[in-house]
């Protein structure tokens, strides 16, 4: 799978506030099955990157410095709030003089921006040292409360975390029911995501989302859920409360730029360049150029560097399969390929696997086949009987046998992009 480094650094927002995330994301491991399942890998990064703001409430974010003024006037209550569901950590309730902004302020705000109803168990953290703005409160417009939450950033403009935080996730490896990204009128990219908490499990806790950026780089996060809490909640009603016009309305307000114009700058160095992995392209289009006759290819994921999946179709059924090619791979050698890995005349190192699904399809099986050569290039290569993990087998079998799955992984072809 798509493997992301570990190392990832801190001072990065969405990387540190990842850490609250770890179980959903697709951290590096050196675990043989987590480093082959990968399929979720790319969806579960972008997933968690557009948390990262939402998750501000149980992750410290380091930042220095504060200035400007406040969003809304302080008058008023802002809220003592009640605590979230008994097995949630229980946040400080929004507070007057918390920052330059404070989560009161935040509140009152988002609050504002709601249509009429009840609302209870508020919550934020306001602009300040050490803090990252977000507010968060429970609505109930009548037909069952809903947690909603705003959770606000500064990023670089035009950088590679906007399209990241705007970009719909490969939908292959995450289900979800619609998303769209677009380009507003004043150059901001929108995405509106409608999917689950949960999209491994056969959980029904709903999960919409919209993140608006804006070509000055505020990041404005909204989601809500069919249920109180985002997680460890049970659903209160069929579908969160706010419409995606609704919610784009919250996304767009233009008094979260105001708020985040307080978020001071920080001039860090750049963080040096992971290590170069081949075009997701490429590896795409070689893995289609190594399949056998009669397999016709029905869906190309997104990808990403280093990664590749399809879904294939040889009259039989959908069949999923999934590719990696990673370069310089052998200090992890001796753990993935001991005394019974597979030498070949040229040194390249082969193991098989016939294992069932990992991630809740009914009777899915994961066909696997890796490979690593002399100079650590790594090719991993599975098959499943199901076009996705988490749906139900639609065959008895893989649209690929394990005699073609090692004829793609240990084909010389790799050797040109790895």
């Known amino acids: 799978m798509p493997i992301e480094d570990h190392k990832e650094h801190d001072h990065l927002f969405e ?28 969806g579960r990064k972008l997933l968690r990157r557009r948390r ?20 809304v006037p302080s008058g008023g209550d802002g809220g003592g709030g009640q605590s979230m569901a008994a097995a949630r950590p229980t946040p400080p309730p929004p507070s007057e003089n ?28 306001g602009v300040g040292p050490r803090m990252m703005p977000y507010a968060q409160v429970v609505y109930d417009d009548g037909k069952g409360g809903g947690a909603v939450s705003v959770g606000l950033n500064r990023v670089e403009p035009h950088s590679e975390q906007v399209r990241e935080a705007t970009a719909c996730p490969d939908r292959i490896a995450v289900p979800y029911d619609r998303c769209a990204s677009t380009e507003l009128a004043d150059g901001s990219r929108l995405m509106l995501f409608q999917g689950y908490e949960y999209p491994d499990r056969r959980v029904d806790t709903k999960w919409w989302h919209a993140v608006l950026v804006s070509p000055q780089g505020h990041q404005v996060d909204v989601s809500e859920w069919n249920a109180e809490a985002e997680k460890d909640a049970p659903e209160t009603r069929d579908e969160p409360p706010l419409t995606m016009a609704q919610l784009t309305k919250i996304a ?21 360049a992971p290590p170069s992995q081949p075009d997701g392209a490429a590896v795409r289009n070689t893995l289609v150029s190594l399949l056998p006759k009669g397999v016709t290819v029905v ?57 069932p699904g990992e991630k809740g399809g009914a009777g899915v099986v994961m066909w696997t086949v890796d490979t690593i050569r002399t100079d650590g290039l790594r090719v991993v290569v599975s098959a499943f009987n199901s ?12 649209a690929l046998t394990m005699k073609q799955l090692r004829a793609i992984a240990t084909s010389a072809k790799w050797k040109k992009l790895g």
Do not use: C
């Not at 767009?252 to 963080?271: N, Q, S």
């Not at 076009?387 to 893989?398: I, K, L, M």
């Open 52 to 71: 990262a703001a939402i998750a501000a409430g149980v992750a410290a974010v380091a930042l220095v410095g504060v200035g400007g003024s406040l969003l």
């Open 98 to 125: 918390d920052g330059e902004i404070s989560a009161a302020d935040l509140v009152r705000t988002l609050k504002g921006l709601l249509p009429e109803g009840e609302f209870r168990e508020e919550q934020g953290r």
């Open 299 to 355: 869906t190309k994921g997104q990808g990403q560097d280093g990664f590749a999946d399809l879904v294939l179709d040889d009259g039989k059924g959908r069949s999923l399969v999934q590719i990696n090619v990673q370069p310089r791979m052998s200090d992890v050698e001796g753990e993935l390929f001991g005394s019974g890995a597979e030498v070949l005349p040229d040194g390249t190192k082969v193991v098989s696997h016939q294992e």
């Open 15 to 42: 990387d540190r506030l990842g850490e609250a995330l770890v179980h959903a994301s697709g951290d590096y491991e050196t675990d043989r099955r987590a480093l082959v399942a990968a399929g979720t890998a790319r």
């Open 252 to 272: 767009t307000a233009p008094a979260w730029r105001k708020a985040i114009d307080v978020i001071p700058r920080e001039h860090r160095p750049a963080p040096p």
């Open 387 to 398: 076009g996705d993990q988490h749906s139900a087998a639609t065959r008895g079998t893989p």
